[in-house]
C-alpha cells in the first residue's frame, strides 16, 4: 500500500490561492483512485474531490466546483488540490486519501483504505 503525506497548507486572505501536494510513496501509486477530503472544527469530515487512476476524470463537491480543482500527477506520485478564490468557509483540516474503487465518483469516507496526516488551511476574513 502506497503512505500519504500532504503539504501546502498554511494562511491566506479571503480570495487568495493555495496549492495543497500530497505525496505517495511505492510504485503503486496509479493503482489508486484520489480523493481529498476537509474538516473544519465541530464539523464532520467532508468530500471534497476525487480523481481517477489516468487522472482524465474528475468529480467535485458543488460547494467547491469551479475554485477548488483536483489534479494529479502519476509520474511524480503527486495529487494536488488547486485552491482558488478562497472563502473562510474553506478552513479546515484537508486530507489526502487513496482507495482501490472502480470509479472517479468515490465520495464517501469507507471507500478509501489509506489516509494521509492532513495539512491545515486557515483564510481570514
Known amino acids: 500500500q502506497v503512505q500519504l503525506v500532504e503539504s501546502g497548507g498554511g494562511l491566506v486572505q479571503a480570495g487568495g490561492s493555495l496549492r495543497l501536494s500530497c505525496a505517495a510513496s511505492g510504485r503503486t501509486f496509479s493503482s489508486y483512485v484520489m480523493g481529498w477530503f476537509r474538516q473544519a472544527p465541530g464539523k464532520e469530515r467532508e468530500f471534497v474531490a476525487t480523481?481517477?487512476?489516468?487522472?482524465?476524470?474528475?468529480y467535485h463537491d458543488d460547494s467547491v466546483k469551479g475554485r477548488l480543482t483536483i489534479s494529479r500527477d502519476n509520474a511524480k506520485n503527486t495529487v494536488y488540490l488547486q485552491m482558488n478564490s478562497l472563502k473562510p468557509e474553506d478552513t479546515a483540516v484537508y486530507y489526502c486519501a487513496a482507495g482501490d474503487g472502480a470509479s472517479a465518483t468515490m465520495i464517501g469516507e469507507g471507500q478509501y483504505d489509506i489516509w494521509g496526516q492532513g495539512t491545515q488551511v486557515t483564510v481570514s476574513s
Open positions: 480523481i481517477s487512476r489516468g487522472g482524465r476524470s474528475t
